[in-house]
């Protein structure tokens, strides 16, 4: 693909919903996705659409008690394909959506909304035990083992007397081999930082002068490539994660894209070259 054929987006299917939508996520080796968020009347959501001759079916509506922020396959094996989400009284549940009823693991896992997740270790993507992140609004980023049951496996909190910050966005990364893990986490006020799971430290962090929407890295189960991170304001910036110096950190390039803030970043599957940001005047934009 050069510069000069730049490709089109196109819509291929429309559909309006009649409730908030806070996050969807395919199904893993399927042509269905969910979409989860709240009804005007305060209750959550969650709903399971396949695509149909180039239309969509409602295959299942779930509501739940609380409003759900987010969502994760990412710890889940292919053979369950189990949903992780977040709510917005702070409990992680994790749905069968075969048999919604009851989730099949469930902890009050942060004081107020988790407001982002993600997962590793499950549907063959990353080495190592399966586990799934939270952050939340009081300020705390968890990491959950969904085999054991009401204690996170790492808790990096601020240190007392330090400002609780708003964390916006979770990712995993560098889960090349057992032993190895990172997370990275977004905060409202610029704040990025890069937690090593192996050791239980922090391994870098950095400040983008405006809150961080959203993280990925290009892949979540090689040595630490690339991370981008989108922010208010329409700006986004690349990591470049393979060299770390000692007092610089990473270096970066930044791209104001969108003229609002850039919600969402998400690489191509196929190719890792390739990543789409997603702006809050409902503008879409592909990067090489």
């Known amino acids: 693909m050069s510069a000069f054929e730049k490709p089109q987006i196109i819509a291929h ?13 395919w199904v893993p080796c399927s042509a269905k996705f969910v979409t989860m ?19 969509l079916k409602l295959l299942r509506e779930i509501e739940k008690a609380k409003p759900i922020k987010c969502g994760t396959f ?28 009851i989730p099949v693991y469930s902890v009050k896992a942060h004081k107020e909304i988790i407001n982002t997740i993600d997962g590793v270790g499950g549907l063959g993507i990353g080495e190592g035990a399966p586990e799934i992140v939270t952050g939340s609004r009081d300020g705390t980023v968890k990491v959950w083992d969904p085999r054991q049951k009401d204690d996170p496996v790492a808790n990096m909190e601020p240190v007392q007397g330090e400002n609780k ?8 990364g560098n889960a090349y ?10 905060y409202d006020n610029g704040d990025i930082k890069l937690f090593d799971l192996r050791n239980m430290s922090l391994r870098w962090e950095t400040n983008i002068k405006n809150g961080v929407c959203s993280l990925e890295f290009d892949r979540k189960d090689i040595s630490m490539n690339k991370l981008v991170a989108t922010s208010l304001e329409g700006k986004f910036h690349v990591f470049d994660m393979r060299t770390q110096h000692p007092t610089k950190g990473f270096a970066s390039v930044s791209e104001k894209a969108h003229k609002s803030t850039v919600w ?12 789409l940001t997603a702006g809050g005047a409902g503008g879409l934009h592909l990067w090489k």
């Open 13 to 25: 299917i429309q559909k309006s919903l009649n409730y908030t939508v806070f996050d969807c996520k």
């Open 37 to 55: 968020g709240n009804f005007a009347r305060g209750t959550g959501v969650i709903q399971l659409y396949e695509i149909q001759h180039g239309d």
């Open 74 to 101: 990412g710890a889940t094996s292919l053979q369950q394909r189990y949903l992780a989400t977040g709510d917005f009284a702070g409990n992680l549940h994790i749905w069968n959506l075969e048999a919604p009823d």
């Open 165 to 172: 910050r708003d964390c916006w966005t979770v990712a995993f």
């Open 177 to 186: 081999n057992q032993e190895e893990r990172v997370v990275c986490a977004g």
């Open 264 to 275: 969402q970043v998400r690489h191509l599957p196929q190719n890792r070259e390739l990543f």
